[in-house]
C-alpha cells in the first residue's frame, strides 16, 4: 500500500513563495506518475500538476510559470515551488501517485495565501 505524506503547506502573504514536499512509502519502485491536486473551500478538487516518468509534466493553466513541479524519483518523494501566490491558490493541496490504474492520496496540507 502506498502511502503518502506532505508537508510544506502554511500561511503566506500574496506574492510570497512556498515549496510543498510530499514523501511516498510503502513502494519498493519507481511511481509511474505523481502530482498534486488543491480543493478550495466549497470547490471541486482540481489538478494543479503532475510530473510522469517518460512523458513529463502537466500544469493547470492557473499556475503555469508561477508553480513548478519536480521530482527525486529515486526516492519517491516530489515537491511543489510555488511562487507569485495569489489568495485565489489558497487550498488544500493534495499529493497523488498514480500505478497499475489506482490512485493514491495523501491526507493533504492547508496553504493561505492572505491579500
Known amino acids: 500500500q502506498v502511502q503518502l505524506v506532505e508537508s510544506g503547506g502554511g500561511l503566506v502573504q500574496a506574492g510570497g513563495s512556498l515549496r510543498l514536499s510530499c514523501a511516498a512509502s510503502?513502494?519498493?519502485?519507481?511511481?509511474?506518475?505523481m502530482g498534486w491536486y488543491r480543493q478550495a473551500p466549497g470547490k471541486q478538487r482540481e489538478l494543479v500538476a503532475t510530473?510522469?516518468?517518460?512523458?513529463?509534466?502537466n500544469y493547470a493553466d492557473s499556475v503555469k510559470g508561477r508553480i513548478t513541479i519536480s521530482r527525486d524519483s529515486a526516492r519517491n518523494t516530489e515537491y511543489l515551488q510555488m511562487n507569485s501566490l495569489k489568495p485565489e491558490d489558497t487550498a488544500v493541496y493534495y499529493c497523488?501517485?498514480?500505478?497499475?490504474?489506482?490512485?493514491?492520496w495523501g491526507k493533504g496540507t492547508m496553504v493561505t495565501v492572505s491579500s
Open positions: 497523488n501517485a498514480r500505478q497499475w490504474g489506482i490512485a493514491f
Open positions: 510503502g513502494v519498493s519502485f519507481v511511481i509511474n506518475e
Open positions: 510530473l510522469t516518468i517518460g512523458v513529463g509534466t
